[in-house]
Structures are given as C-alpha cells and as structure tokens.
C-alpha cells in the first residue's frame, strides 16, 4: 500500500520541481520588468505590479522569477558537487576497503565533528560574496551525509558474487565501478541529490537571513533578507515577504518529497 | 490503541513539568546566575553628608532656574531602551551601552557637554573662560563632588586626569598641553604651546575627556582591560548600582552630592538593552521603556510609521546629521574631468536614493555636501536635481559619447568607461548595497557602464586598501552624526597635514580643501570655523568632488505617559547631558 | 483411528483476498478438519496461498485482508473472538512455527527468553524457571551445548538450529495444535532429516505444516493436502496420496520427484488475478481436460480421498 | 571488547586535534584586520587618528603579529592546560563567557532534545504501526511542511504573532530584570517558552520522519509476525519487539543530536536575542573575536565526537550483531 502512496506524492514532487525548473529557463519571458530597475517604492500590489514593489522600487515578481533562477541554480550546484564529492569518496572506501576506507571514515568523521555554520561564515569571510562562494561554502560540509549512506550501500554492492567474478576476469576497476556499482545506486543517489538541493536551499536562506548571502545576485534569501531589513512584517506588507517564504517551503518540500518517497520506494 | 494515547498523554505532562524543573533545578542547582547583580562597593550608602548641594555660583549659563522648594516631582524609575549590550562597564573605553552613555554624562564628569544647539557648556566645570590666543585656559569645577566609592574629588585628581590623557591615553589634541596649575581650592589653568584650547573642547567632547580618579588609574597603563567594579567608578550624577548580564540590564542610581546643573530630578537610571531595534519599539509601545538612546544610530524611518498615531509615544522627529556621501575618483580618468562629475551629478536618482536611506521622510539634499543640522550649513548653495536627460546632454558635451555603438559611453579617448562602485565595508552592508544598487541602476540608465566591486563589499582589508590607493570611480561612505563638527569634508581629504598619520580616504588632491579643511577644524572662534565651511561647501559646489545623497530625518522615540519636559536635542534624542536635571514625573 | 480421537479444528468455505491496485485472491473456498494427534501436510507451489491460509486461520494477516468464512477450534469461533480472547489462544493453545532460515526470531532479544516468553504469558511463570524450562526444551531437541547457547543471541545460531529452537518455542507453553510454515526452507539433507526427527518426536501434539519438500511432508504427515492456485484440489492419507495420486495436478507433480524419473509437465500456474481460470484451474495444463472442467468441480470423496475433478463424478 | 573502545577513543582524539589546527588555521588566515573588530570601527580610525601607538601596544598585547608558528604554539599550549585566553569583545576569560552562554542553550536544548524525543518516537509509532492509516495520513504532512519552512521565518512570524501582537510572551531578552528566586525561574521560563516551542517543533518532525519510516519497515519482519503468533498481547509486541528494534537507528541519532546540544540553533538564538553559544559563535566570527571562534570549535569538535562515540557504545549496548562484529573486526 505504501508504494501507492509515496508514487502519488513523489510524483508531486515532481511537479513541483518541473514547475519551478521551467520558471527559471524562461525568467527573461516571464518576468514583466527588469528586476534592478528603480521605481516608486513599496507600492501595493496592483495590476502593473502582480506583487508589489520593494524599497528599491524594483518589481518583487520579477525580482521573485529571477530568485528562482539563483536559489534553484545555488541548490542543484551545491547538490551536484555534495553528490559528486559523496559518491567518488564512497566509491573509492566501499570498492577499496581497507586503508583508503579507514582514512576516508576519519575524513568524513572529521568533516563531520566541524560545526556546519560557524564554518560557512568563515569561509564566507575567505571568499569574496557571490553565489559561486556561497555554493562552495554551503557544500563542504554538506558531503558527509552523503558518502557515509552510500559507502555502505557500495560496501554491500561489492559483496555480492558478481563484482567479484568480475574482479577475477580481471576487468578493469572504473569499468566495474561505472557500469556495474554505479547503476545500482541510482536511486540512493537520486535521493541524496534531492536532499541535499533542499539542504542547500535551507542553508542559504539561513545565510541570506544573518547577512551572509550574495549582494549582488537576487535570490529568495535575499529578497527575504531585505524584507526583514526593511521590518515588512510589521508594516505588514505581506506581499513582500510571504512569496519568498512559500516558495522556498515549497520548492524545499517538492525536493525532499522526491528524496524522502524515493527513498522509501528502495527499500 | 485508548490505552496508548492516555499513557503518552500522562508521559507528556511529565515531561513538561520535567522541562519546567529543569529549567528550575538548572537554576537552583546550577551555580547561580554568574551575573549576580554585584553592589558597588561604595563603601555603604553615603549618607547624605556632604554640604547641602552647592547652588551653581555665577556658572556661565545656568539652566532653568531650580523651581519652587516643594521641588518637582522626581522620576522613580527612568529606563532607557539601547540597542547596545550591556557587557564591558569600563569608562575609560567608549564600548557598549555603559560607554555610549557616558557622553551624556550620566556616571563621569565630563568637563563640558555640548548642548541643543552644538555650544559648549560648562558640566563638571563650573565656569571657564579662553584666552584670546586660544593657549590658556582657566576653569573652576564643583567643589562638593564626589567620587562613587565616597573618597571626594582632589585637586590632585584634576592634575592627575591632564597628565593621565595627555601621557598613557595619549589624546593628540592635548599633545600641546605644557602646564597644568591649580590656582585655589577649586580653580586651575592650563597651558598650551599652540592655539589647542578650542581644538581640544571641540574634538574630545564626547572621547572620554573626564576627571580620572587618581586612586584607580595612578599607573594603570593597560586601562581598557580592566573589568573589576572599579572600572566604573566616576563623579557624575548617577552612580553604577548592578548589572545583569542576562537580563541585559544595568541600574545607576542619583548621587546628590553631584548636581552638576542642579538638582538631579531622577532618581534612579535603568539601562535595558534590546536585541534589535523592531523589538525594543515594540516593548517601548507596551510599555516597557521609556525612551530610545543609542548613539547615532536613530530608529529606522521603515520601523517609525508602524508606530505613528500610537498614544503618548512622541517619534522625537528631528533633523539628522547624520549622511551618506558619494565621492567621485578624481586621480584617475574619467573622474578627473570636472564636466563628467558634473553630469553625473545630475543622473543620480536622488529620490529613491532618499527612499532608501529615510524611507518617505529622506529629502533630497544641496550641492554644498552638508546637511542643514550641522553647524555653518549655507543655504545659498544650489540643490541637486535629478535630470537624466540633462545629464545625458553634459555627457555628450563633455565627449563622452557611445562610439562603438554598444550601448555604453566611451571616454572622449574612444576608451571604454566601466565605472567600479565601491560601498564603504561595515557589519551592516544593507544600506549601502542598497545605494549602490541605486547608483548603478542610474549611471546604467544614461548610458555609463559599472560595476559593484565584489571584493570590496565582503573583505574589510580589502576595501581599505583599495580607498586608500584611491583605486576606485565611486565611493559611498557614511558620516556619523558624531563626526558633525569635523564634517563628511574629513572623509574627502586625499591626504593629512604633515605629521599627522591616520587614513584618508578621498582621492580628490587640492590644497585647498586641505587649507580650508584644516582652518576650520582649528578655527579659535566661530566666525573662523563658519567661514571655512562655507568655502568648502562652495568648493564642493563648484568641483563635484563629492555629493551627500539625502538629507535625513533622525527619529528618538519616547513616551510622554508618566514623565515630562523632555528636550529632544537634534539627531541626539531626549536623553543628553541636561536629561538628568529637567525630566520631572507628572 | 480410535475414537478418542475428536474434532480439534474445523474450517469451513475459508477464502482471503487482498484489494488494492490490483485484487489478489490468495485463498479459494477451503475447507479441511484437523482432528487431535493428526499430522496434516499441506503441499503446494510457492503462491499457492498455503501459508496465507495458516496465517487466516490465526489471524495474523495485515488489516488490508478480506477474510471469509468460518474457523472453529474446538467450541469456538476463531472469527468471533476479540483481540483479548484470540491472544489467549495463540501461543497457549494453538502455536505458530515460521521458517527457520528467515529471521523468525527476535535479532535483540536471547533465544532462551524468547523460547521461553509463551510460558511467561500464558502459564505465569517468573523469567527465571522459565528460561530453565526453555534450556530443557532445546536439550530436548539437541541443539548441543543448550546451557550457553540459550543465553546466545539468534544470529549465532546456523538455520537449522533456528529452526528447531522455533519447535521448542511453538510447544513451550504446551499448545496442543502446532502450524509450521516452511519449516525446511533454505536447509540443506541432513538438517531436514534432523527437523523431520524433531517434529516426529513431538508426541501429543496436533501438526499442520505447510512444506514444498514433498519427501519431508511424506516422512512427516499422517493426511495430505495439496493446494494448486488458491485452490484445494487433493486430500488423503500420505501413503494412499503417494501411491495412488488421484487429481492430475498431484499426479504430475509426483511424476516430477527425481524418485520417479523428473517428467516435467510444462507451463506454470495461472496468475491470481486471470480472468478466464474460471472452473478447475489446472484445466490449461491437463491432459484430460474436457468441457466439464470449465464449472469449477466441487470436492468428490472417493473413499475417503477428497478430489477436485470432474473424473471422480 | 576493551581494545576496540579504546581505538575508538584514540581516534576521537586524533579527530579533535585535526580539528583544533583546522579551526586555528582557519581562524587565523581569516581576511579582515582583527583589530578593527577588536575595539569597533569608530573607536578604532578615532585611535589610527590621535593615538596609533596604543593600537600597535594592543596589536602587540594579543600578538596578532607574531608569525603563525609562533602563534599555533602558544594556542596548543593554553588549550592542553585549559586556560582558552581572553575573549576580544568583553575581555573577560573566554571560558566564563563560555559559562553563561552555555548554561542558557543548554536551557533551551535540554528540554527541546527530551520532548521532541518523546514526541517525535510516540507521534512516529502511532504512524509508523498503520502506514497510510488516517493517523499517517494527518501527521505525515504537517511534520513534512514544518521540516521545510526555513526556520527564521517562523521564528520572526511566531516572534510578531505571539510576542507583540497577543502579548503572550515577553518580546525580547532571556529574563526580566531584577526579580530573583522563583520569579526569575518563573520568568525564565516565561521568556523560554515561544524559542522552545519553535524548536521542539523542528526537532519533533525530525525524530518523528526518523521514527515513522523506522517503525513501518521493522512492522513487516518476520519475527514480529511471531512475536503476534504468541499471543502475547499488543502491548508486548509494541514495546519489547516492535520498538526495541527501532531503538537502533533512532538512539543514533539521539546522540547525534546531542553532539549539537551545545552549539545551539543560531537562528533562533539571533532572532530572540538569545544569547546562547549559537548566538556567541555567530558574533566571534563575524567579529574576528579569535579567542572565542577556535574556542567554539574546539568545543563543537569534542561535542560531535564525543556524542559519535557515545552513539557508537550505546548502538553495540543495544545491537549484540554490532558488538560482535565490533569485536571482530580489529
């Protein structure tokens, strides 16, 4: 019963991803006005503007389809280079063993021990503000959940009797690993991915929200950001501070509910 | 499946109470809170000894005569909101709430204050007077007063503060001070080798120019880490009862014996600070505090007009001095040719800059870089205007024309223009990134090309390398309110006089900025000090180096509920040096 | 048989299906009576809904299971109790023996006290004697070293070990009808033997097993009844069932034993859900199939040899 | 057994060390010129102004120019005798600042960490037992929503909502002034309520996403199939089968999470003035305060390990499988 379930909701998942991947592929049609042109400040919403306009006068609904393209662009990067990262080091430990595996569990305990935050405004500091940085930042301490799951799962994988015969015919080791290891963690990786994209995009708004995010490009954070700055909750100008919030809950939900069903369709 | 639900109902009530001990036994039983209130050793309550309090003979200006004997209705219990910490207590620094307090005079003697209108007035002095070389200075202080521990305030200790700044603090406006003499039982004069006098009142008002208990401080040297009760010792009006670090709290209560500008009508001073300044508005519209008090930093003009028509809460709305400026980079191409500054300064879009900075109570400012509360501000000088298509028709003219067809100017060279836009580095880079967003969006809209210099904004080193190597086409900085005596010009000056060391931070090398910069900082009067601001301003006017944004409106909120005569000085707010003395209970 | 021997289970029309995407009927109209000392082996392919049958009858099934028709053990309706009165029943009296290769067991928890937990349930008995009662039921099927390994965990033990620890556990509480679910899957000759000898030495209690090993079930069973497709298609006596297999399915199906020469018959048993088994599902695979198998025969009883087909009319 | 916990211990050891150098490393080649955080920005050009040779004495005092070498050594010197130096923003010693942080997170994370525990493991079984049952199908979705809203968010809505808006709770601060005794336990925890509840809830939808997929995969093992079969009543089943086996996973990421006991939420530290570790850490960094940003760390580093080798103790305790298999593989 549960396999119908989790399809119904990873397929909404889904939707949602596909939605706002579309948003951001088309930000320059759909959005109505550049969003760092200036205008009458903190206007209402209305019919020229859909959401509003914020304390630069800039459009917050375009500023909101161009966000989709930083925050979902920041989300997959990251998300690539945990999965990346995660994978070859699991790889290299589950398929090794031995020396190679005992220095990468240290090296994942390690990375793991080092407090995730603090560590990113540090390298924040290091690295001069952009999204490029703020990806870097995000991901170096996000691989770890990653490479310990799928190193067991890969531990697990070279156990079986056909890697072995394999490794007897004398077939090459990356031939193994990418044609036969890799395939099977499709699926695990499909959801680390999806987790980790929702990890990131928590991540940054946490950032945005103390002042570390990126000045330059307009992400969700950052237009939360400034709503805060600018007290729009109590001004009560929700039409400049909920948007961004529900899009973040909502593009944040649809990667997990792919992560978290996708993961339970495995086991 | 009912058993289930009211076992893991009974399991929670537990829990909370559990949760709730915990909190209890942590208390308890933890060590008690470390921040236990620690009473000032003030040697036990000084009973109110000492000669009825000394009625300010011939000071140079007393303030509202002391009314009726009855005498007015003292203020029980007055707590000022900051969004300062309540955690260093040392007066010789001006760190946290307790540092930025003592520009009010509120535990330290300060010699003079500076009052409404920016004159200096006598405080811890009684009377003083300048002579005409500016060299001398003759003084008499209060004789009754006292310091917090009870020992009484020495001859000694006033020669002992003199020496202290001038030799340990090392304060550079009193490197010229040669004699110090005491001239009777409480009277002295000091003697400087130049025309310091005026220079020294006017730069250390508010820089911990007070009287130094030589009984604390004699051969301390490593005074700003000192953090025993001693460190807050002072003879001003009010004296440090308690602190609660977790409560962020700090209590002061009166000590009679050092009315300083009559009686003092409050009896006792709670500091509370806040996390920020949307909950500390809050808390003043329930009730909570009284009044709003952190140096410089006025409550933001976006927070203000969700608490307008709220009863007895007065905004304390004041003219801000207070101002972000935009300095062109004159030593290198284009921002060397006056014409292109000049057309620039009219693409700028000044209201939403004013937006930005003030919300809808920021006006667009004059030519003339000062704002109208600053002493010598001339209203003669013209205002900016915001006028893209003039500005495109001066760019035009000066040569500055779109030759490759790009879309963006090039310079009269046929070289390409890529403007970079540097925000000054502080913790809060909101504003800032802001306006230069605003700058960027302008120059783009007339057709100059530029740029945010990344760099700059997330690295400190780094943008002062690069201002100070004038590396840069524009630069936005922010003059405190503090600084409104030496002026935004100091932010412009490219270089210092000679000897003096410290950054500099303008790229704009004239020798008459420089002359006219330096006589009014050290004018010995008021007509030289006002004559060279008007000369800097028309400099300003007529070459562009550098433009103030807005001028902004300063807001001080208090409540007018439970106390009355409050003074809202300009861009300082209600509480200042004469608060202690004028605040009444209704 | 003498007559002391009376009715212990009687179950009458029992069917189950499963809804959901797409609708299982895992068992069809069974009916069978197990009366007290007998050995009843119920033998069929994997999928034949045999061990869903044992797990109906206990009510063991997961709440999405339509079950019909009735169970009676001795005087009571299994269906009719409640929750409270069938935990009452399973374990003391009616006891229920899983694979011995899967992990049956516990992986937390010690085998003795595992063994041992129907006797604290159900007789009252502190952990402590019980788990001596457990030790001595091991020793009474040989695991060998019973003292130690009692206080061992369920992965030391090798599968067969696992499997006669589950026989001990079924009987501890003295339940008087056993039903054991594949209890030689995944073991090797000699551990089936060494099973085979565990249930053969239970004296007393009533089995019914649930096997694929035909030769296990003919060492084991006194009654035969083979399943085919949801269906029940045979029961007999096991040596008249062996020498004298009536239905076809059976008949192929002995054919098929390496004793008597592995003539396969071809084809597979129909998917649960098809639609035109109607009748004798075996009908696409006989070879006497004939227009009368499309109405589905009832049970004929050919001397006390129940069959499902139409030749026995 | 023995051996194998005491290679544990030496790697936490080892792992705390790396850590150590890593975080002073880091800390020390951080951009931005101490100083200036040192005693603030105004302070700081005000002295570059008139009095630059007190600056060079403090640069001197903290021995900001000395070469790292030298630096690294005197660090590794005070950590192995405890004495962590002086915090840069109050000067007081880093470890009473320590002191008083921590007493107030571990205020808010003790309980936070004890309910939400209990909540997410009852909340998550009661789901975990009917997978698709109406029970899952309520709870699933609130605790998926409340995982994903970023949590200054709802901090600052709930901060408006309940704080100013409904006056509630006090808006702002850990304690109101000047009461003692029981008032101030009372007002504490007046004070503590609304920063809890946001964190019991974020806490409460972990363990309970943790609990739930726990539970449902452990309900279709066999062995619970048998422990039903014995008749010994559902409670059994529950509490000795069903939930013994679910300890496992979920004990592991209990001590997971107590490595962050002690680091705090920042987030919701900063948006209640909070002043916990999380908010302390968050200002020695972006104040450049070395002393107390490797103090941080380090305590951090040692938290994490220590709870990964707690987690690792208490997983052989519970799994016999696990501790032979510890015992064997060395």
């Known amino acids: 019963m549960t396999k119908l379930k989790s399809n119904k909701a990873m397929l909404a998942g889904l939707v949602i991803i596909a939605f706002f991947v579309l948003v951001a592929c088309l930000a320059d049609l759909l959005s109505p006005y550049d969003p760092s042109a200036l205008g009458v400040a903190y206007q209402k919403p209305s019919a020229e503007h859909l959401l509003g306009t914020n304390d630069l006068g800039q459009d917050i609904f375009s500023e909101m389809i161009y966000g989709v393209r930083v925050s979902l662009f920041l989300g997959i990067f990251s998300a690539l280079i945990v999965t990346f990262v995660g994978s070859t080091l699991a790889l290299i430990a589950g398929y090794y063993g031995g020396a190679a595996d005992r220095i990468i569990c240290a090296l994942t305990d390690i990375a793991m021990a080092v407090p995730s935050l603090p560590l990113t405004l540090l390298l924040i500091a290091y690295l001069k503000s952009g999204v490029f940085s703020l990806v870097l930042a995000i991901s170096i301490t996000a691989w770890t959940g990653t490479a310990r799951i799928l190193r067991s799962r890969v531990r697990q994988i070279c156990q079986l009797p056909y890697i072995k015969i394999e490794k007897t015919l004398g077939v090459k080791t990356p031939v193994i690993l990418f044609r036969h290891v890799l395939p099977n963690l499709k699926d695990i990786l499909l959801t680390r991915m999806a987790l980790s994209v929702s990890g990131a995009m928590m991540t940054e708004s946490g950032l945005s929200f103390l002042g570390l995010g990126t000045y330059g490009q307009k992400s969700w954070g950052n237009i939360l950001h400034f709503a805060f700055f600018r007290n729009s909750i109590l001004r009560g100008q929700v039409w400049w501070y909920l948007p961004p919030i529900i899009c973040i809950c909502v593009a944040v939900m649809g990667f997990m509910l792919v992560g978290y069903y996708g993961q339970q369709k495995k086991d | 499946m009912k058993r289930i639900l009211a076992l893991t109902l009974a399991l929670l009530l537990c829990i909370g109470l559990f949760a709730g001990c915990s909190g209890e036994t942590k208390n308890n039983g933890g060590t008690a809170p470390t921040a236990a209130p620690t009473q000032q050793p003030s040697g036990g309550e000084s009973a109110p000894t000492a000669a009825p309090t000394q009625q300010p003979s011939g000071g140079e200006t007393a303030p509202t005569e002391a009314p009726a004997p009855e005498g007015p209705k003292h203020v029980a219990n ?385 943008w002062e390398d690069k201002v100070t190597k004038e590396d840069y086409d524009i630069s936005i900085t922010f003059c405190t309110s503090g600084m409104s005596y030496s002026t935004p010009f100091r932010y412009m000056l490219a270089e210092l006089r000679e000897g003096d060391s410290g950054w500099h931070w303008g790229s704009y090398h004239s020798q008459e900025l420089k002359d006219y910069y330096y006589a009014m900082t050290e004018a010995i009067n008021d007509e030289a000090y006002l004559e060279n601001s008007k000369k800097l301003q028309h400099l300003a006017d007529d070459e562009m180096f550098a433009l103030t944004f807005a001028w902004q409106t300063s807001f001080f909120p208090f409540r007018t509920d439970k106390i009355e005569n409050w003074g809202n000085w300009k861009s300082w707010g209600v509480i200042n040096s004469e608060t202690w003395f004028r605040i009444t209970a209704k | 048989m003498d007559e002391t021997r009376q009715i212990l289970l009687r179950v009458e029309d029992l069917s189950v299906s499963f809804e959901g995407k797409n609708f299982v009927q895992a068992v069809e109209h069974v009916s069978l009576e197990v009366f007290t000392g007998d050995r009843l082996c119920i033998i069929g392919e994997t999928g034949s809904g045999k061990s ?103 992965f030391t033990y090798s599968g067969g070990m696992r499997q006669r620890a589950l026989i001990a556990m079924g009987i501890s509480a003295g339940a008087e009808l056993l039903f054991a679910d594949e209890p030689t899957k995944g073991l090797d000759e000699t551990r089936v033997l060494l099973t085979a000898e565990a249930f053969n030495a239970l004296e007393g209690q009533t089995l019914v097993c649930v096997t694929h090993d035909l030769n296990f079930a003919r060492r084991v069973s006194s009654r035969v009844c083979v399943m085919y497709a949801a269906n029940q298609v045979e029961a007999a006596p096991t040596e008249e069932l062996f020498r004298k297999p009536l239905h076809p399915y059976t008949r192929d199906m002995l054919a098929a034993m390496p004793e008597n020469g592995l003539r396969f018959r071809p084809g597979y048993a129909p998917a649960h859900n098809d639609a035109d088994t109607a009748g004798c599902k075996y009908r696409l695979r006989c070879d006497r199939c004939s227009e009368k198998c499309r109405q589905t025969p009832p049970m004929f009883d050919v001397g006390g040899h129940q069959v499902r087909c139409w030749q026995y009319e | 057994m023995l051996l194998h916990v005491t290679k544990k211990v030496l790697i936490a050891i080892l792992t705390i060390w790396l ?14 010129d101490p100083i200036i955080f040192l005693i603030g920005e105004e302070e700081y050009y005000y002295l570059l102004d008139n009095d630059p040779a007190y600056l060079d004495q403090l640069i001197e005092k903290y021995g900001l120019n000395d070469d790292m070498g030298t630096q690294y050594a005197r660090y590794m010197r005070s950590v192995a005798t405890l004495d962590f130096g002086e915090s840069y923003s109050n000067h007081k010693p880093v470890l009473e600042n320590f002191l008083s942080a921590a007493k107030w997170t571990l205020r808010l994370s003790i309980p936070t960490l004890i309910v939400a525990c209990f909540l997410g493991a009852v909340l998550g079984i009661h789901a975990g037992i009917h997978p698709g049952g109406r029970f899952d199908r309520i709870t699933t979705p609130i605790f998926l929503v409340l995982n994903t809203i970023p949590s200054n968010c709802l901090s600052l809505l ?48 972990g363990d309970f996403m943790l609990m739930k997929s726990t539970v449902s995969q452990i309900r279709s093992e066999e062995y619970v199939l048998t422990a039903r079969s014995k008749g010994i009543g559902r409670q059994k089943v529950l509490f000795r089968h069903v939930l013994k086996n679910a300890l496992v996973p979920y004990s592991t990421s209990l001590c997971m999470q107590l490595g962050s006991l002690l680091s705090g939420s920042m987030i919701v530290e900063v948006v209640f003035g909070w002043k916990g570790m999380g908010q302390m850490m968050y200002t020695a960094v972006s104040n450049r305060d070395f002393a107390t940003a490797q103090f941080c760390f380090l305590l951090s580093a040692v938290c994490v390990v220590l709870s990964n080798l707690l987690g690792d103790i208490v997983n052989a305790a519970i799994d016999p499988r696990i501790r032979r298999e510890a015992g064997a593989d060395d």
């Not at chain 2, 400012?365 to 893209?388: C, H, Q, T, W």
């Not at chain 4, 109101?176 to 946001?198: E, N, Q």
């Open chain 2, 78 to 462: 007055l707590i000022v909101g900051t969004t300062a910490a309540n955690n260093t207590f040392n007066m010789t620094g001006q760190k946290d709430a307790f540092g930025r307090m003592n520009y009010n005079g509120l535990t330290q003697g300060n010699f003079v204050y500076r009052d409404e209108n920016g004159d200096l007035k006598p405080y811890f002095f009684e009377s003083y007077q300048i002579s005409e070389d500016g060299t001398v200075l003759d003084f008499t202080w209060h004789e009754g007063a006292i310091w917090h521990d009870g020992q009484p305030v020495t001859a000694d200790d006033i020669v002992f503060s003199f020496e202290y700044m001038r030799d340990v603090k090392k304060v550079g406006s009193l490197s010229n001070l040669v004699n110090i003499e005491i001239l009777g039982d409480h009277a002295g004069r000091l003697t400087f080798s130049h025309p310091d006098v005026y220079y020294w009142m006017n730069t250390s008002v508010m820089n911990t120019s007070c009287v130094y208990a030589k009984h604390i401080w004699e051969g301390v040297t490593d005074y700003s880490s000192v953090t025993g009760p001693e460190a807050a010792i002072g003879c001003g009006p009010f004296k440090l009862v308690s602190y609660d670090l977790d409560s962020q709290t700090s209590v002061y209560e009166a000590v009679p014996e050092n009315a300083f500008l009559g009686e003092i009508t409050v009896d006792k001073v709670t500091v509370q600070s806040y996390a920020d300044q949307a909950s500390l508005m809050m808390a003043m519209a329930n009730g909570e505090c009284d009044a709003y008090y952190t140096y410089a930093s006025p409550i933001d003009a976006t927070l203000i007009d969700s608490f307008t028509g709220m009863p007895d809460l007065d905004l304390g709305e004041s003219p801000f001095a207070g101002s972000y400026q935009m300095l062109f980079g004159c030593s290198r191409a284009p921002g060397d040719d006056v014409d292109f500054r000049q057309a620039i300064a009219y693409a700028i879009d000044y209201p939403t800059a004013a937006t930005t900075i003030n919300g809808e109570y920021g006006r667009p400012s004059n030519r003339g870089v000062l704002n109208p509360s600053i002493k010598g501000f001339d209203s003669s000088i013209a205002m900016l205007e915001y006028d893209p298509e003039t500005a495109k028709s001066m760019l035009e003219a000066a040569g500055y024309k779109d030759v490759n067809g790009d879309g963006w100017r090039e310079a009269p060279d046929g070289s390409a223009i890529d403007l970079s836009v540097i925000p000054q580095y502080s913790s809060n880079m909101e504003v800032r990134s802001r306006l230069g967003e605003t700058v960027v969006a302008s120059l783009k809209a007339v057709g100059v090309n530029c740029h945010i210099d990344e760099e700059a904004i997330s690295n400190s080193e780094i």
């Open chain 3, 52 to 154: 869903i049958l044992l797990l109906a009858i206990l009510r063991l099934l997961s709440p999405t299971a339509r079950v019909t028709g009735s169970v009676r053990y001795r005087d009571q309706d299994l269906f009719r109790l409640t929750e409270k009165q069938l935990d009452a029943i399973r374990g003391s009296r009616i006891s229920y023996v899983p694979q011995g290769s899967g992990n049956g067991m516990n992986p937390l928890l010690r085998v003795g006290f595992q063994v041992a937990e129907p006797l604290i349930a159900h007789r009252g008995m502190k952990r402590k004697p019980a788990e001596a009662r457990a030790v001595e039921l091991l020793r009474r099927f040989h695991l060998g070293r019973e003292e130690t390994i009692a206080r061992q965990y369920p």
């Open chain 4, 158 to 205: 709930l901060l408006i909502l309940f704080a100013y808006k409904l006056k509630w709770v006090p808006i702002n601060g850990m304690v109101s002034p000047g009461v003692m005794g029981a008032a101030r336990t009372a007002s504490i925890l007046h004070h503590m309520a609304l920063p809890l509840f946001i964190l019991i809830i974020f806490r409460t939808s």
């Open chain 4, 19 to 32: 850590i150590i150098t890593i975080s002073f490393v880091l800390v020390h080649t951080m951009p931005g």
